[in-house]
């Protein structure tokens, strides 16, 4: 398996698994929106996305986010989005993928690494195998625009 930072020459293996990204969280599928989106995020540079082949096709990618810890004055990513296809589950794509943007957040000396997922996804357990906790100490409010 090779793991790469994404690039605008990806954009055609990668659409399809971030289609596939968006159908698991019960939204409609869109090929063409879901390269226009991503493109936007190469071209802004305001996301990082890993992408995993494996004998040269696309099995999995994970987009990280920037943020900022003001409590501790540093830098941190956002795993938000994960996804690896369904032929290729249970293989160690995701756990690569994680552990290359854990990777990441130590050589930028960063915060660390956090998760946003939903409450019944099972790649909980993945994540607390590889050393994630749940956060007890922080709550979220969401504030949606129409």
């Not at 956002?78 to 293989?91: G, W």
């Not at 794509?93 to 990777?103: F, H, M, P, S, T």
């Not at 930028?108 to 050393?131: C, P, S, V």
Request: with cysteine; net charge neutral; aromatic share 12%.
């Amino acid at each position: 398996m090779e793991i790469n930072r994404a690039k605008l020459k990806d954009l055609d293996q990668l659409a399809p698994l971030f289609d596939g990204y968006r159908i698991f969280y019960k939204q409609d599928s869109n090929i063409e929106a879901a390269k226009r989106f991503l493109k936007q995020r190469m071209i802004k540079n305001d996301s990082i996305i890993y992408i995993a082949y494996e004998n040269e096709v696309a099995v999995g990618f994970t987009q990280l986010y920037p943020l900022f810890s003001s409590v501790s004055m540093k830098p941190m990513y956002m795993l938000n989005d994960l996804f690896v296809s369904l032929t290729h589950r249970n293989q160690g794509v995701g756990e690569a993928l994680i552990n290359r943007a854990k990777r990441l957040c130590q050589s930028e000396n960063n915060k660390g690494l956090a998760i946003q997922t939903a409450f019944d996804n099972t790649a909980q357990l993945l994540y607390e195998r590889l050393g994630f906790e749940i956060d007890t100490d922080l709550q979220f409010f969401w504030s949606h625009t129409k």
